[in-house]
């Protein structure tokens, strides 16, 4: 039974280019969230989506940020025009409900800025 | 012990020991608390969860104690391994939501 599955693990990008991070829920489950963890800090959350929904992007930054998950498809965090304050481990976790707990994570994507 | 700046707090225990981790969460109204691992590399996992109407539950090797007189959480790992080594974070959830509030965590090394 796998479980959520992110890819690339690492991404390398020089500033000013776009990242593309994917998260693949574990089976069964349609929420997704997002969560940014910076050396040696917490998890902060980022935003909450269910299928073709974003349910709450409260934590996410206003501008080149954005998130989708498609009805078909992993869910997708996109950055554009990235900076170097951007590099951090970005992390995905689901569940199999509204509010379900507990969130299953994935091993993130540590992105790295030149 | 604790140290402050940039630095996680560190635990250094011997094979064997049993291990407290502490946590002082923020929102007297948090009313479910999880505690996650996270070894290098890898993503949070689940350890152990409480709701604020009980004062402790146990689990395999683990044990979570809830003070909410004085916001303060606790795991205690008892007959600590090797493979316990990681850091560990406690996550807060106030009235119902879904977003959770994470500890910034401590590092537990274990010796052989």
């Known amino acids: 039974n796998a479980g959520v599955m992110q890819n690339p693990r690492h991404l390398v990008r020089r500033r000013g280019q776009e990242a593309r991070l994917r998260c693949s829920p574990m089976k069964g489950h349609s929420h997704v969230y997002w969560y940014r963890q910076l050396p040696e800090e917490g998890l902060k959350f980022m935003v909450y989506l269910q299928k073709e929904n974003i349910i709450d992007e409260s934590g996410m930054p206003k501008e080149r940020f954005s998130a989708e998950f498609p009805k078909e498809g992993p869910s997708i965090l996109r950055i554009q025009q990235v900076v170097r304050g951007d590099s951090a481990a970005y992390f995905c976790?689901?569940?199999?409900?509204?509010?379900?707990?507990?969130?299953?994570f994935g091993d993130g994507t540590r992105l790295s800025i030149l | 012990g604790e140290s402050v700046g940039l630095h996680l707090p560190t635990l250094s225990v011997q094979e064997g020991d049993n291990s407290i981790i502490n946590c002082a969460y923020s929102?007297?109204?948090?009313?479910?608390f999880i505690w996650y691992k996270q070894e290098s590399g890898k993503g949070p996992q689940f350890i152990i969860d409480?709701?604020?109407?009980?004062d402790k539950r146990q689990g395999q090797r683990v044990t979570v104690l809830l003070n909410k007189t004085v916001k303060h959480l606790s795991l205690q790992i008892a007959a600590t391994q090797p493979g316990d080594s990681a850091v560990y974070f406690c996550?807060?959830?106030?009235?119902?939501?879904?977003?959770?509030?994470f500890g910034r965590g401590t590092s537990l090394i274990v010796h052989p």
């Open positions: 996550a807060e959830f106030t009235g119902g939501s879904y977003i959770p509030t």
């Open positions: 409480i709701r604020s109407n009980m």
């Open positions: 929102n007297s109204a948090s009313d479910y």
């Open positions: 976790a689901s569940s199999d409900g509204q509010g379900g707990q507990p969130q299953h």
